[in-house]
Every structure is written in structure tokens, then in C-alpha cells.
């Protein structure tokens, strides 16, 4: 599986924007996914994830209620829809996959860059 993210933009506090991930291969419907984040300066940091059937989605507290994942298996696209976004939300974010089987997220995207100007 290989990853590619999309959707990032300069946008003000607020706002909204919906990141994409396509990942390539056959088996994207075996794989959990997730969404981190990287910001200036900073660690990168656990956004969201969801389970390779959709079942179970958790969030990082501070995006609770905020931010949406979502995946689409027949388009082999996870999605990350981010609403009210805040100065502090400025990150590049990147999409991640692992076999449901394992326990590291190894399969990483290259990363969308997100702005939000206050």
C-alpha cells in the first residue's frame, strides 16, 4: 500500500477543510487507518484512526467533536474532515496505514500542509 494525501490549504479560524488520503493496492480495506500531525517545532501527534471495517474510530482530545474520519473502501480513500479550525490545528498532516493485524502504524503518506491564520 502506498499513500497519498490531499486537501490542505491556508484557511482562517473557523473554517473547514476535508483532507483526502488515496491509497494504491488492492488491499486498503485490510488496513486501519489514521491521521497525524506535525506541527512547527513540535512532535508529530496522533489525530484520528479507524479501524479496517470503519467499526471503531477514536480521536485525539483536542479535535474531539471537531474532526471527522471517515473511509470510503470502494475508492480506497480515507478522509479527514476538519471543522472550526483553530491557529493551533496549523500542521502538516499525514495519513498512516497498518495491517489490522499489527500494532505500528509503517505505511506513511507524504504529508498536506494545513494553515490556519488566526
Known amino acids: 500500500v502506498q499513500l497519498q494525501a490531499s486537501g490542505g490549504g491556508l484557511v482562517q479560524a473557523g473554517d473547514s477543510l476535508r483532507l483526502s488520503c488515496v491509497a494504491s493496492?488492492?488491499?486498503?480495506?485490510?488496513?486501519?487507518m489514521a491521521w497525524f500531525r506535525q506541527a512547527p517545532g513540535k512532535e508529530r501527534e496522533f489525530v484520528a484512526t479507524m479501524t479496517y471495517r470503519g467499526r471503531t474510530k477514536s480521536y485525539a482530545d483536542s479535535v474531539k467533536g471537531r474532526f471527522t474520519i471517515s473511509r470510503d473502501n470502494a475508492r480506497n480513500t480515507v478522509y479527514l474532515q476538519m471543522n472550526n479550525l483553530k491557529p493551533e490545528d496549523t500542521a502538516v498532516y499525514y495519513c498512516?496505514?497498518?495491517?489490522?493485524?499489527?500494532?505500528?502504524?509503517?505505511?506513511w503518506g507524504q504529508g498536506t500542509l494545513v494553515t490556519v491564520s488566526s
Open positions: 498512516a496505514a497498518k495491517f489490522f493485524a499489527n500494532n505500528d502504524y509503517s505505511i
Open positions: 493496492g488492492r488491499t486498503f480495506s485490510t488496513y486501519d
